[in-house]
């Protein structure tokens, strides 16, 4: 129980997050994704047909991205390698990246040239933040719904409701409908929250979300923390149960 409590904590704080940071990074910068990639693809797309002057920061968005989710990896596998906790330090590494994304937006603000340097290295900061978030799910959070990109959640609740309705019985369906349902409205929420939060803050916005990933980095060093305590006692004991 304790540990679903946990995992549902962590899915509603980063679906949060991302509904948040992906709706800052769309309205600070002309309709930047960042907390996934398909919708870049159809902006990239629209704008290659119409061009106007937001493709750059939508391309550089691409290798931003995808280095910061082969560097999680890296970070991941160096990590388990030496024994280490894992996401206190992934949480610790979308931090920095996201604070940078807080501090090079706020120079910039408000953007007014999509193209200038400054507003680029901005929305690849934002994307390479997500990136780690996106890299973490599938990695060592995949016990949580995904909780960056929503169209596969809403997608398997909708199938759990019509099972539920038409009267299925296994309790793992609703389950599983808890599982997918908060992360959602959390995103929503996110986005509505980060909507008004660049509305009135720009990208100081961003400390809410720099708060939140504070707090779980803290939670996950205090559970890897207590989990080493645990197997400390586990094998006293049973070195003691051996010397009997």
Known sequence: MHSENRNMRQ???????????????????????????TGNFVLIGSELAHPSHGVLI????????????????????????????????????????????????????????MNAPIALLAGALGAAAMGVQNAASRLTLQQ????????????????????????????GVRRRCVKFFWPIVAFGVGAVGGAFGYKYAQFLALLLPVAILIWLAAMAYVGEEGRKDEEDEKGKIGSEMRTL
């Open 58 to 113: 939508r391309f550089l968005a691409f290798p931003a991205f995808i280095f910061a989710v082969a560097l999680t990896r890296m970070v991941v596998i160096w990590l388990e390698r030496s024994g280490k906790g894992v996401m206190p330090y992934v949480f610790c590494l979308q931090l920095l990246l996201l604070l940078g994304f807080m501090q090079v937006g706020q120079w910039v603000a408000p953007v007014m040239d």
């Open 144 to 171: 949580l719904a995904p909780t960056t990109v929503m169209t596969g959640n809403v997608t398997q609740l909708v199938i759990d409701v019509v099972d539920i309705m038409r009267g299925a019985p296994d309790e």
């Open 11 to 37: 899915s509603v704080a980063l679906g949060f997050l991302a509904g948040y940071v992906d709706t800052v990074g769309f309205v600070a910068l002309f309709g930047l994704f960042t907390a996934h990639v």
